[in-house]
């Protein structure tokens, strides 16, 4: 809901300490490190290391921020870093619940609220990614750019939660693990309240 205006802000932090950054420390790289940190933050988690965890996900949100920064400074800002980026971050996000669940030894009901909400990430990743590959297809036929438009401007409109909002709600998570059924219900519950207005708002462009 607030990335627009944060990722100014994120520019105005992380900017000028990329150019300081030697050369041989690359964007990609950035990326990696940041996925292995969240990949130790989930591993601690389900250790029940709250402190570690917590450590590992604060280092994986700033190198997160990092790489995209790096990349626009030095000029090297390519679909493959921003595809490795969001991978990275999707796997990790769809961990993170999962290993603060078993961390707590969750009961039942905890682990159908983490069901829920890893269920709600996919719902919405498909809504998002079904209307990208349509837009991309229309604006490839030159009748249908205007329609492709529509649905850019869809796809672009700021949800309830995003990337900020789940970076939240994660680092409740992994602060209060003993709550986590409570926390997943209510994120996947705001999630799934974005999906269906991203439904109601691309059903009339996409007919």
């Known amino acids: 809901m607030f990335d627009i205006q944060l ?41 029940s290391f709250i402190l570690l ?49 078993i961390g707590t030894g969750a009961s039942l009901q905890a682990w159908i609220a983490v069901a829920a909400l890893e269920s709600s990430f996919h719902v919405n990743n498909f809504v998002l ?23 850019t401007s869809v796809i672009m409109k700021p949800a309830l939660i995003e990337g900020a909002e789940s970076a939240t709600f994660f680092t409740i998570m992994l602060a209060f693990p003993q709550n986590i059924g409570l926390l ?3 994120m996947a519950s705001l999630v799934a309240f974005g999906t269906v207005q991203r439904v109601i708002w691309l059903v009339p462009v996409l007919r």
Request: with cysteine; hydrophobic share 50%; proline share 3%.
């Open 7 to 47: 990722r100014k802000v994120k520019d105005r932090i992380f900017l000028p300490s990329c150019s300081y950054l030697p050369t041989w420390i690359t964007p990609l790289q950035l990326t990696a490190a940041a996925f292995i940190a969240g990949l130790l933050s989930g591993y601690f988690a389900a250790s």
């Open 53 to 101: 965890s917590l450590s590992f996900w604060t280092l994986n949100r700033i190198l997160d921020c990092m790489d995209g920064s790096l990349a626009r400074i030095r000029g090297t800002a390519s679909d493959l870093g921003g595809f490795l980026d969001l991978l990275g971050d999707f796997t990790v996000y769809s961990f993170l619940p999962v290993a603060v669940a």
């Open 129 to 151: 990614f079904y209307a990208a590959a349509v837009a991309e297809k229309k604006s490839a036929s030159a009748d249908k750019k205007e329609s492709a438009k529509d649905i």
């Open 184 to 186: 997943s219900w209510v």
